[in-house]
């Protein structure tokens, strides 16, 4: 039950005996694991000292479950409140649970315990909340910092992300720093700082995954690149597998067509349907005019 108000430092595990749905009281309730302490028992020569370098959470309602899997952070819950609604007969039967007469018939949920260790970056929720504090500071320092609202106005992002980094990273209440932003908006790759602040700000739905990325990619290739348009879908069968398959890749630069035909017979009848020149052309172009590091896959 303890959220706020009370810093109880030798609590040694935390037993989440009731369902909750509000993430800022999961947050406050788990938090009083956290506290560092020093545990001692008995006197003098005999005594047992034990330093808290980690703590258990009980969970016996699938909180943690429910934060880290089914939660929508973008959405707020609206819970229902007050009795069961009366039925069309005014008896009360409108729906809900009557706890006072409800019996479970249901098998004991404690007959099997599962235990999750929680890695260094933390739970679901404690990256949500990190990532909503640092939008939150990010958009106030555009509003209030004359110099980065001026970048920001004039699009000069490589002046938006020193002013962001000199404002906001490595301060000692939040320590914000880029590996650990990344480490929250990831998708399927590692986004830079600049996209990072894009979807901060507003600018994009949502960080890109490689996929998104190919796509985009091969779109400015065709507007910018004397291709063959009969070719299209093979142009793009080879262009996507060049930047999302390191394997693949490597052949396609090596010319190795016979180990490319044994990965990929799809991809390799892709390539046999252009011309040597549109070969060249496309993987000079891949090599020269796209960023490979922007698809690297995330760990």
């Given at each position: 039950m303890m959220t706020t108000g009370y810093d109880c430092e030798d609590v040694l595990n935390v037993a989440l005996a009731r369902p909750f749905f509000s993430p800022t009281d999961f947050i406050q309730i788990k938090g009083r694991g956290t506290r560092l302490f020093t545990f001692k028992h008995g006197e003098g020569a005999g005594q047992r000292v034990a330093k808290k370098d980690g703590f258990a959470l009980f969970d016996f309602f699938a909180n943690c479950e429910y934060f880290e899997e089914d939660f929508d952070y973008d959405q707020r819950l609206v819970l229902p409140k007050g009795p069961p609604a009366e039925g069309p007969e005014g008896d009360g039967d409108g729906g809900g649970i009557r706890i006072d007469d409800f019996t479970n018939t249901s098998p004991d949920p404690m007959a099997s315990v599962a235990r999750d260790e929680i890695g260094l970056f933390g739970m679901r929720i404690d990256r949500e909340m990190y990532r909503d504090r640092f939008a939150q500071q990010a958009s106030q320092a555009v509003a209030t910092d004359?110099?980065?609202?001026?970048?920001?106005?004039?699009?000069?992002?490589?002046?938006?992300?020193?002013?962001?980094?000199?404002?906001?990273?490595?301060k000692p209440q939040d320590f914000w720093n880029l590996p650990k932003l990344q480490d929250v908006y990831k998708t399927d790759r590692i986004p830079s700082l600049r996209e990072i602040l894009a979807r901060v700000f507003g600018l994009i739905p949502q960080i890109p995954t490689r996929g998104q990325l190919a796509d985009e990619a091969f779109e400015r290739f065709l507007t910018t690149q004397p291709a063959n348009a009969v070719n299209t879908r093979q142009l793009k069968v080879v262009f996507v597998a060049f930047l999302l398959d390191e394997r693949s890749r490597f052949l396609l630069q090596e010319g190795r067509f016979a180990d490319l035909r044994a990965r990929d017979a799809s991809l390799y009848g892709s390539l046999t349907q252009l011309a040597p020149e549109e070969r060249t052309a496309l993987v000079t172009y891949l090599q020269s005019q796209v960023p490979l590091k922007d698809f690297e896959q995330a760990a």
């Open positions: 004359g110099l980065l609202r001026q970048a920001y106005e004039d699009e000069d992002w490589p002046a938006v992300e020193e002013r962001v980094r000199r404002l906001l990273f490595e």
